[in-house]
Every structure is written in C-alpha cells, then in structure tokens.
C-alpha cells in the first residue's frame, strides 16, 4: 500500500464501520450467522441507498463528501482506466483493482460479481472488444440502474447487467472465461456457494482474480454482532483459511495472493474517528483486532 493509497482512504472508507452511521441500519446486534438472510436485506438496502444518492457513501456530505478518483487511483486504478469511464459509474466502493491483473483479452466473456455502478464492466467491456462480453452480476436494483444508464452512457453495447444473486449466478454454465469481483463476497453469508457458481459458469482452465476482505484471526463477538461492521465489509469476512478452503474445494488450484493490505490499521491511521467509532460503540481495544482485517486481491484458476 502506497502513502497515497493510504491517504486516498482517509479521503472516503465506504466500505468503513461508520459509514452511514446516520443511517442506521434497522437490525441492531443481528448476528449474522444466525441471521444470513437479514443481513443479505441490510446490504441490498444500504447499497440501494448508495446508488440511489449519488457518488459517496450516503449522499454527497456524508463520509467526507470527497471525490471517488483519488480513493480509486490509490487502490490500483490508473488515471487512463478512470477517465473512460461515465461520470457515476465509479463510486469508490471497491478495496483493490483486480481488473488489471485479470487482464481481459479481446473476444473474451467477463463475469463481474457485484457489479456495483459498473466501474469493473465498464472496463472489461473496452478491453474485450466489440466480439467479446462483459456480465455484471447484482441483487440491488437501483445499482442495477444505475450501471445499465451508464453503459449507455459510453455506448458499450457488449456489457449486460443481470439482477440476481451470487449463490445462484443468472449464467450458463462453462460459458465465462474470466470472473472478477471487488470487495463483494465478504458481503455474501455462504461464500462456499459463491465459489461453487464461480466453477460452475467458467469455462475449465477459466480464470479469476478477486479482490475483498479475509480475517487473519477472529474478531471479538462484539464486533462479529455489529450491522455497521457487517455492512461495512469487516464481520461478514470470513479467515482466510477457510476462505481459500472453500475456494480449493471449488475446484480451483494456482491460488496466488497478489496483494495484502492491514484494512484497519490504515482505518486507524486514516479515519480514525471512524475506526474509534466501531471500537468505542463495541467495546473492542485496538490490541483485541489489529492486523487481523486483510484487504487482498487474489488469482487462481480453473482445472482445464
Ligand atoms: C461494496 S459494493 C462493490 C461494488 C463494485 N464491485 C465496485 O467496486 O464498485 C458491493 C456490491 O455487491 C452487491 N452485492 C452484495 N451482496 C450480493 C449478493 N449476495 N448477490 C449479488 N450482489 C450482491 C451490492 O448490491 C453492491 O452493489
């Protein structure tokens, strides 16, 4: 992680604990293991309400009002890739840039998970050319939208937007050559099934390149109870271990961690009012999660 990168985070933690801390969500304490189905609810309403506001997390004066470009271009975006896209089709919600290392080549079909706004799409979209695809997947209707407006928008006629879910992917299976995904599966209660259709829709020898959130260690109950933590991509994340277990499990194999970021000690050193907030409201000391919560973005592929 770069200074800039870091810096750019203090401008705007969308996926941070207090984002939207004036907007609370309605299942207080839910836990989510018990409670997998609500917690899915909270995150479709949540991001229903950041598409429908505009460009920051909770409309434009909430999480420091800032512009999404610098956050982007210090998690891995280049400043070219930025200024193809639409205006609103970037809303910093991402917490790597796995497009790049996925490297889509021309005549290829990509496969986005959680497509947001469509920044990801968009991109793949330019990359694959007119006799390629590129297919953003996701259960938030007004993300949805959002993302078709701004395909329009760029004329990219080879990108498609499909409402549905990741444990039952809306996609024929083996006809995807390439997935990607940022910052969504942590959001996703059953992350086995999510690998299980990523498997299914690729082609074999398919590839994929993710970024998101993983757990070196657990979190304290306090903070595993908390919606705000949930919503904001650290208590749904699961240890890493498991998290590539499932992945094996699939069927993949050549799993290459790329990068490797302490997500909350860069809250800490960035928005520390918002990392104080979670840990003020949870009881938590610093000490009790410290380098536990890793932003990583990973490769692996497809038995051929
Ligand atoms: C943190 S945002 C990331 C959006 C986009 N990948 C980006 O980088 O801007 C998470 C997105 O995943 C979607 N999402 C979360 N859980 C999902 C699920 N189980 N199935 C489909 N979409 C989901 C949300 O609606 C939201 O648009």
Known sequence: MTATSVETKKAKSCCGPECCADEAPKAEAAKPAAAPERMVAEVREKYGRIAAEGGSCCGPNS???????????????????????????????????????????????????????????LLAARAV???GRAIGIDMTPEMLKKARAN??????????????????????????????????????????????????????????????????????????RDVYAYVGCISGAALRERYFGWLRAAGFAEIEVLKDVDYLAMLKDTAPEEAGAVLERTGTKWEEIEGRVRSITFRARKAA
Not at 96 to 112: C, I, K, M, Q, S
Not at 192 to 202: D, G, I, M, T
């Open 63 to 121: 999480c420091g009002g800032t512009s999404e470009v610098p956050v982007s271009l210090g998690i891995g975006y280049s400043p070219e890739e930025l200024a193809a896209l639409p205006e609103g089709a970037n809303l910093g919600l991402g917490c790597g840039a796995p497009l790049a290392a996925l490297a889509p080549r021309r005549g290829e079909t990509v496969l986005d998970l959680g497509s947001g706004a469509g920044i990801d799409v």
């Open 129 to 131: 050319g007119e006799e």
């Open 151 to 224: 395909a329009a928008k760029v004329g990219a006629w080879n990108a498609e937007f499909r409402e549905g879910r990741l444990e039952e992917l809306p996609v024929a299976s083996a006809s995807v050559d390439a997935v990607t995904s940022n910052c969504v599966i942590n959001l996703v209660p059953d992350k086995s099934k999510v690998f299980a259709e990523v498997a299914r829709v690729l082609r074999p020898g398919g590839r994929l390149v993710i970024s998101d959130i993983v757990l070196d260690g657990a979190l304290p109950e306090r903070i595993e």
